[in-house]
């Protein structure tokens, strides 16, 4: 395939202007869950970042990212020197390279997509795992209030999800039960 990894800062991270500007104007125009990036910490930014690095080209001084597009919207709350692992494709500028991105972002939604009820009750799971292994609470909010925003729910989704929880005994079938 021609895939290959390296480290580059964070400021040098663009969009590919070989993306037509229809495609840039739909991928870009995507909406996340979350209503702003700053409310999450760095590290997990970061983390987020590793675990789905930008795929693209260098051309230039600059590295031209044609998938994983969604990593550029963090590219505004970590500072610009920031190393990120990066995928150099070095089929990034060929001529089906929309038809390229478009399956990578389309593969990425479909493997990430979760039914409303399934990711509300998975929020809700990890953040009390998370707040009962991290004793410093340095990364995590410690109330559904603070939690809603940054995973893109209403609280009263949140709080629902623990009231089927504690009336099922059961974290998974409480939380997933009314999904469908």
Known sequence: ??????EIEMSKLVISPSLSAEYRRTILGLTYRVSSFS?????????????????GKKAGKEFHVVANVRTLALKPFLPGETQVTVIEDKHADQPNIVLA???RELINLVISGMVNKHYQGAVVRLWESFLK???GRQLAVTSKNGLAPIVGLRRQALYE????????GSGVEGGNQHGR
Do not use: W
């Open 133 to 135: 292994e991290d004793k």
């Open 39 to 55: 409310r999450i910490p760095k590290p997990m930014l970061l983390d987020y970042m590793l675990a789905h690095p930008p795929i």
């Open 1 to 6: 395939m021609g895939l290959k990894t390296t």
């Open 101 to 103: 991105s478009a399956y």
């Open 161 to 168: 999800v623990s009231i089927h929880k504690e009336d099922s």
